[in-house]
């Protein structure tokens, strides 16, 4: 046994001379952690497979981890060290577009690729530059698909719609939400809109007063992050209110169900993938997920960074080289990468991807497959 | 607005000041005897919770036995921390003691992080305490009022022992003056010891009802109501105990008030509103609603 | 020091500075300029916390409005329109020079500072304390929900990049010399006698709102022009970064280094800073979490085995003596 141990660290160690050195930040420790880690641990998977089925043009991808502590300090000097200190050929990772507007000019300026693996704001490429790419749909699409979803298959005339103030994901996501309701059934048929912020724990004041609406609304639209979803479910079907609610990708979470248990029940929230597809990449990705680290994928993150190593490497591969600006134009050039999120294209100059939505509806506590929309 | 709209919110308020007011106590009886005001208090609520929904997952069947158990361990956990961090500190400046809670609060968020994950996780509870019970058009959850009767209770035992036992009445005594009470011959340690335990006991309870409330935990939910529970000690008047409850009951009733009964659009300025409304109080009454004014101490 | 030693200082600082901007790397420069700012920020704090008998925890208020100030005023024309629709006119139409947008950033602050202060300032102890942290709550709240004006939580980003190094070290070797200048006046005097005995001071003549309040006020000051740096440097700001964290953050920076200690706090602020960010090689090894967990139990073990922090006089433990 110990000799078959030195050889592969003689192995591992021939190979260190041969690597590709890939930044990985993430906000491991802080407030994100609870949505950062899940991606972190999906991209280190990925690279490990990679790894394992011989790496990228015969060279072994070095992910260089790096916490951004869910401080925007931290993250600005994390970005410059993996630039300058470890000089990584391209970044991947970020959940929250915030954290990525630190590090992304940072790493623009320096000519390295960066591909944001989760943050969903649909601009946020164009305003860090032509370095920057977005593994996950905008949140537009998914806010229009959502909105569709609901005035078209759940039959609804009217909606509330309840938003999460700290995040400019549920931010935007609510505007898009609105936005394209109000072109479908009028501005009139928001009979309510209200409003928490991340870290209150308690809605009951929001629930009452949406409890007191007379005549109720047919569906609730509510844009929250992962660590809310369970809470707002509970709290919600405990006051006595049952009507379809409605969510984006930040649902995507098995603590809803966890959480939320029976209350989960009739929800239905806009992601990147059904891990219920018995596809061989999805069902590949969660085994070896749930292998590695003792549970199940914990969000739609986790898919996402997956998804993040993999276009990586991919774009490696198409550049021949380990070249920053050949890995740019290889990303840039991509079309119809096939990861665990959906077929990635990057169509034009953009670079936010082109992809479905998928509607997924809570069943007898699974998530089950209900539609796919191209808004 | 109906009746049934104001009581329900009512019942609302009173629930959520029902968990400030439990960790308000802990924060009040440790600033009374050392003025420190303890950034770690609301993260022993949330090791309570927290432990409840991992290691002593085991217990969760039998909610009595989970109860007593995470308060103790909550209790015990708050007099090792005493012990080891705090206590080195009597007689150093003041700030150096609200540094090490900080930093004390910094190790158990990220220690809970490095070892059970930041993924929020479920606290099991029992049907009795999530079920909806109907009073006309108005309708409360088991677990809300469990924990408005554990309070209740909490306040009643606590005020008892401070009031009519010798180690209650030495613990008062040094909260009001340590210097005499040390002349009258009490030793300021055990008193100090006490309340940390029964404090972070009492963080623990609230760790538990936390979790059968929201059904949910994460390293992290602690800190939030740990600085609002202190903000109620503040308006209570701080050192009192009466007036921890007190004022958790006021910043409950304040904060789901203000949502409920303002326009939705308003819902986000809470914290403007509870932190404005600490503003009021500091000037207009600085030692609260029902502290004892001690002069130049304060 | 005499004037001499600081024009010392600071020609020796020169080429240092040059130096750093042509010959270092990104990540060093980077690092070199945070520790500037967190140097002034703890310096500037030490002003308060340090000299008078206030003990602030709303630091990162001041931050805030002077990074949201220079921030807007400064944001290039084109990206005006369509992030702040509802900003009148001449909002639309004026981009001021950056010294000028960091100067107008201390003034807000300092303005804050004044209005807050006249009756904030009136409490004592750790009710000013808890007054100050209300303060940064509200502030931080203010800037999430006023979307018009800040973007809410989705921040202002597209900020243009002026700070560097000449800039963050002239205004912290700046914020460093007015302080040492003020502790060593007649000011400084008055702001020890309010702080040993705010009575006894009061009735040799002394006007303790006012001295507090000036002190208060220029702090504040300070606070919003290191906050214009920051934004200027990080290219985004959002209402979170100016919150508990980086008040702790700065807070324990003091006192490690020593409160009322000009240099403690440049020592304690670059030990706080630096060993952090040393022990990401080992973090690396799989344990994110750990470089805060060993800094704050090197926390502890300074407030306990030196109470005074590490360049702190021993007027500090004798205050304590008193109190308790």
């Known amino acids: ?375 | 607005m109906s009746a049934s709209y104001f009581i329900q919110q009512l019942i609302n308020g009173l629930a959520i000041g029902s968990l400030y007011a439990l960790v308000a106590v802990g924060l009040s009886m440790v600033y009374g005897i050392l003025r420190l005001i303890n950034f770690a208090h609301g993260d022993l609520m949330m090791i309570a919770g927290m432990l409840g929904a991992t290691l002593f997952l085991w217990l969760s069947k039998s909610p009595l036995f989970l109860f007593v158990a995470l308060a103790l361990v909550a209790g015990l956990l708050g007099l090792a921390l005493e012990r080891i961090a705090y206590r080195p500190l009597r007689g150093a400046p003041e700030v150096n003691l609200l540094i090490t809670s900080f930093a004390v609060s910094s190790i158990l968020q990220v220690g809970m992080q490095m070892i059970f994950s930041s993924s929020p996780r479920r606290f099991e509870t029992v049907a009795a305490l999530s079920k909806l019970y109907s009073f006309g058009s108005v309708q409360i959850r088991g677990a809300d009022m469990a924990t408005f009767f554990i309070t209740i209770l909490s306040a009643l035992l606590l005020t008892w022992f401070t009031r009519r036992t010798r180690t209650g009445i030495a613990m008062r005594a040094v909260s009001e003056n340590l210097d005499t009470s040390m002349l009258m011959g009490i030793n300021p340690s055990r008193p100090i010891a006490l309340a940390f335990f029964i404090g972070s006991l009492l963080a623990g309870v609230a760790g538990v009802l936390w979790g059968w409330k929201y059904g949910q935990v994460d390293p992290l939910f602690g800190f939030l109501p740990g600085l609002k529970a202190f903000v109620a000690a503040v308006i209570g008047g701080i050192g009192s105990i009466p007036g921890a409850f007190v004022g958790g009951y006021v910043l409950g009733l304040a904060e789901v008030f203000f949502v409920g009964f303002l326009p939705p659009s308003f819902s986000g300025y809470r914290d403007v509103f509870v932190f404005s409304l600490l503003f009021i109080v500091l000037l207009v009454k600085p030692q609260g609603i029902l502290g004892q004014s001690k002069g130049r101490r304060a | 020091m005499k004037a001499w030693g600081w024009l010392g200082l600071v020609i020796a600082f020169i080429p240092l500075l040059i130096w750093a901007e042509l010959g270092w790397n990104g990540y060093l420069l980077q690092l070199f300029m945070f520790l500037g700012l967190y140097i002034a920020l703890t310096v500037s704090l030490n002003l308060v916390n340090g000299l008078t008998d206030i003990f602030s925890l709303g630091h990162a208020a001041f931050m805030a409005l002077g990074a949201y100030t220079s921030a807007l005023l400064t944001l290039p024309l084109s990206r005006r329109a369509t992030a702040f629709p509802a900003l009148p006119e001449w909002f639309q139409t004026l981009v001021l020079p950056f010294p000028l947008a960091l100067l107008l950033g201390a003034l807000v602050a300092a303005l804050v500072a004044y209005i807050i202060g006249l009756p904030l300032l009136r409490l004592k102890g750790h009710y000013l304390s808890v007054g100050t942290l209300a303060l940064l709550v509200i502030v931080e709240t203010l800037a999430t929900n006023m979307d018009f004006l800040t973007r809410g939580p989705r921040g202002i980003s597209g900020i243009p990049v002026y700070s560097n190094a000449y800039w963050v070290w002239g205004i912290t070797l700046l914020i460093i010399y007015l302080t040492v200048r003020l502790k060593n006046s007649s000011f400084g005097l008055a702001f020890s006698a309010i702080r040993l005995d705010d009575i006894a001071a009061a009735s040799l003549g002394i006007r303790t709102v006012r001295y507090r309040l000036f002190a208060f006020v220029l702090s504040a000051a300070m606070a919003g022009v290191i906050g214009g740096l920051w934004a200027h440097l990080v290219r985004v700001i959002s209402p979170h970064v100016f919150s508990y964290g980086i008040t702790f953050q700065v807070v324990a920076m003091l006192v490690v280094g020593g409160l009322g200690s000009v240099s403690g706090s440049v020592l304690g602020a670059s030990l706080l800073f630096l060993i952090p960010e040393a022990l990401r090689y080992v973090e690396r090894q799989g344990s994110f979490g750990l470089s805060q967990i060993l800094v704050a139990v090197l926390l502890i073990l300074i407030v306990i085995f030196r109470p005074q922090g590490l360049l702190g006089r021993n007027q500090a433990r004798r205050r304590a003596k008193e109190v308790v």
């Open chain 1, 1 to 375: 046994m110990k000799k078959i141990l030195v050889v592969l660290a003689l192995i591992g160690l021939s190979m260190a001379f041969a690597q590709i050195k890939v930044g990985a930040l993430w906000n491991i420790t802080g407030g994100m952690s609870s949505i950062d880690e899940p991606g972190y641990n999906g991209m280190q998977l990925a690279a490990d497979q990679i790894n394992a089925a011989g790496g990228v043009l015969g060279q072994e991808i070095q992910l260089v981890v790096i916490d951004g502590k869910t401080d925007q300090t931290a993250n600005a000097n994390a970005a410059s060290r993996l630039v300058d200190v470890d000089k990584v050929a391209v970044v991947g990772g970020i959940n929250d577009s915030t954290f990525a507007l630190a590090s992304g000019p940072i790493f623009q300026d320096a000519g390295i690729p960066f591909v944001i693996a989760g943050a969903t704001l649909p601009d946020l490429p164009d305003q860090i530059g032509d370095y920057a790419f977005m593994v996950p749909f905008g949140d537009n699409i998914q806010a229009y698909a959502g909105a569709e979803f609901a005035y078209n298959d759940l039959g609804a005339k009217t909606v509330y719609v309840l938003y999460d103030t700290a995040f400019d994901y549920s931010v935007a996501l609510r505007a898009f939400f609105k936005e394209r309701w109000a072109d479908l059934a009028g501005a009139d048929s928001i009979l309510l809109e209200d409003t928490y912020k991340n870290g209150d724990k308690d809605f009951s004041a929001q629930i009452a007063r949406l409890k007191a609406l007379d005549p109720q609304p047919d569906v609730l639209y509510i844009a929250a992050v992962p660590d809310d979803v369970g809470n707002l479910v509970q709290q919600i079907r405990g006051a006595g209110l049952m009507q379809p609610i409605v969510g984006g990708d930040g649902w995507d979470t098995p603590i809803l169900t966890e959480v939320g248990g029976e209350a989960a029940e009739n929800t239905y929230f806009t992601t990147h993938v059904s891990l219920s597809n018995t596809g061989d990449m999805v069902q590949n990705f969660v085994s070896s997920y749930t292998e590695t680290y003792g549970n199940a994928p914990e969000n739609a993150f986790a898919a996402l960074g997956y998804d993040t190593m993999g276009l990586i490497a991919d774009a490696i591969t198409r550049a021949g080289s380990a070249d920053s600006a050949a890995i740019r134009d290889a990303l840039a050039a991509t079309q119809g990468y096939s990861g665990v999120t959906g077929t990635i294209s990057y169509e034009g100059d953009s670079r936010v991807p082109n992809k479905s939505v998928t509607v997924i509806k809570v069943e007898n506590g699974d998530f089950v497959f209900a539609k796919e929309v191209t808004p």
